[in-house]
């Protein structure tokens, strides 16, 4: 596989609302960047790139055959393993064998890595890490439920401001939409919608098409100009490294200068591969928004793009275990 380079160093969180000249100094990744950055892809990383965003099918789709599955779950085994700093992994795997080393749990790790057991058990381990600093070590070692979220999640629950919506794109990928607006600047607030992104995630992968084919995430952000506060970018792409599933395209609606240059400010602590499968869609001119989506297989039916459509949204609906 080629490999994906990262061109960042380490991240970090920012919450506070701050004035614009502060967010001038926060390091960006400009449009301009990602232009000459999506040139010196390499033709397969372009094709894989396209693929994902555009939902066509795999031109060598992998043949799950049982002896394939056997080999690769032994191989991923042989690389945990060899893993370093894995303390969270090796309590879970101690605590319940059966969940954490059980063939149709790994299956989504390796799914989400077209099979490469390498990457496969990185991803566990950033899972098992991030999953018990989320949730604490009572509850992590099995299948979350509901009720295992906390008190202060509430608020951010009932909110939504991270939601499944309830119609696939055309390629069949569930759509993930984070609006911006129902996020405040308290960290327990952040972290609860953290802990919701879980959650919804988790209810998508469920199904076995979406681990192999991924997840779509739009991400609509019209905070008042002035008073932007960045997201954060470590715990949310920290969460995105560690769940068994891939992200196969991420749409953000940009309404102005002020909400493009927090645009930037993310670009610059996400991965090649992430930009690569990033669009955005600038200025308020939703008729052109709609056209551009539909292109990727979203339609506009699809898309409770208004504060009040996405406010009547049923929040769960339905949502499962993780």
Known sequence: DDKVGNTTSARTTTTTTM?????????????????????????????????????????????????????????????????????????????????????????????AERYDTSKAAKRIVKYWDRKVQLF?????????????????????????????????????????????????NRPTHMESNVRLLWFV???????????????????????????????PVDQVLDVRDALPVRCAGIHMFLPNRWVQYMFEHMLFYADTEIRARTRQYIGTNVEEHFEELAKFGIVREMLPLSLVEIQNLTIWNGLRLC
């Open 136 to 184: 604490g070590t009572e509850v992590s070692f099995r299948r979350l439920e509901l009720n295992d979220l906390k008190l202060e999640d509430l608020p951010a629950i009932l909110l939504g401001g991270v939601r499944e919506l309830p119609d696939d794109d055309l390629a069949g990928r569930p759509i993930i939409v984070s609006y911006r607006r129902f996020w405040d």
């Open 19 to 111: 004035s614009f000249h502060c967010l001038q100094e926060k390091p960006v990744f400009t449009l301009d960047n990602l232009r000459e950055e999506l040139s010196t892809l390499t033709e397969q990383q372009k094709r894989e790139a396209t693929r994902d965003l555009f939902g066509f099918e795999w031109s060598d789709p992998i043949e799950e055959t049982p002896e394939f599955i056997s080999q690769k779950i032994d191989s991923l085994i042989e690389k945990l393993d060899e893993a370093e700093e894995k303390e969270a992994f090796e309590l879970a795997s101690f605590t319940n064998p059966d969940y954490v080393l059980s063939q149709s749990f790994l299956i989504m790790f390796l799914r």
């Open 201 to 231: 995630v988790h209810d998508a992968i469920e199904q076995e098409s979406t681990q192999k084919n991924g997840i779509v995430w739009m991400l609509k952000n019209d905070m008042p100009m002035g008073t932007v506060s960045l997201i």
